[in-house]
């Protein structure tokens, strides 16, 4: 069964990490930001956040998407699977880009960060819905033993491909799905 590298799982599981440190250390609000030495940690958090993510985007970008799957996989799931992976990737980037840009207005003291810290919020909240898809996907699959998961994930591992009249009721109902997607994008 084919799987990620090494260095791959490293990366997603180190830059989970990262990303939940980030999201729990979040700054409270714009006053906080007097503090010269919080200002100056944010922005180098932010800036050497935004650097992984482009090592990790540019090393993960040519590996095939589901590749540990025990199971044909159709286009149109493929297409979901690839989709959300680059959304997360959009959020992970427009996060710390945000972050800096309501940095830059502060230290400046211009106008327009309100909007700066509306458009910060919403990277967040789109990158909460976006992970919780992810990671809701991860476990509905590892539910149907595929394989997806054990290829990312060094734990928990699957030990084969589940069936049940649930399973099966569910990829039919999948099926359907993925259908429709590769009719309608002509996949
Ligand atoms: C319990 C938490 C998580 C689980 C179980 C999980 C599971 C997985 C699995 C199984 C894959 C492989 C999919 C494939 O082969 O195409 C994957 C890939 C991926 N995961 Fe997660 N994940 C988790 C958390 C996260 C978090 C927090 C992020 C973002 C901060 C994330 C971002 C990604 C991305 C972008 C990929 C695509 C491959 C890559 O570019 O590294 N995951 N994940
Ligand atoms: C990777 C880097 C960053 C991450 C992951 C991050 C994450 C977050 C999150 C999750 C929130 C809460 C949003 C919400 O209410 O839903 C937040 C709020 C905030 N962040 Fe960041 N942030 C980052 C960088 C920065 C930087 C560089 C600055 C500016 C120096 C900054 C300034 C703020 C401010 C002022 C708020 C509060 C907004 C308010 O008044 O509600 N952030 N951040």
């Known amino acids: ?21 980030g999201i729990f250390k979040q700054v409270g609000d714009l006053s ?10 944010e922005i ?6 935004l650097v992984i993510v482009f090592i990790r985007y540019f090393y993960m970008k040519d590996t095939e998407t589901l590749l540990g799957a025990n199971i044909e996989i159709r286009k149109g799931h493929l297409f979901i699977a690839k989709s959300v992976h680059t959304l997360v990737y959009f959020t ?3 996060l710390p880009l945000t972050g800096l840009l309501i940095a830059g207005l502060f230290s400046i003291g211009a106008g327009g960060i ?3 810290i509306g458009l910060h919020e ?7 819905v976006l992970i919780a898809v992810h990671v809701g996907a991860s476990f509905y699959s590892k539910l ?12 928990w591992k699957e030990k084969e491909k589940k069936d049940s009249r649930l399973i099966s009721y569910l990829e039919k109902t999948e099926d359907k799905v993925y259908e429709t997607i590769e009719k309608a994008l002509r996949l």
């Open 32 to 41: 906080e930001l007097e503090d010269p030495a919080l200002l100056n940690f």
């Open 144 to 155: 149907k033993g595929e394989g997806i998961w054990n290829a990312m994930t060094p734990f």
């Open 1 to 21: 069964m084919k799987s990620h590298t090494s260095l791959a799982k490293f990366i997603h599981w180190s830059f989970s990490i990262l990303y939940a440190y």
């Open 92 to 94: 992970l980037v427009m």
């Open 122 to 128: 919403f990277s967040a909240f789109l990158s909460y």
């Open 114 to 116: 309100e909007l700066a």
């Open 44 to 49: 180098l958090f932010a800036v050497a956040f």
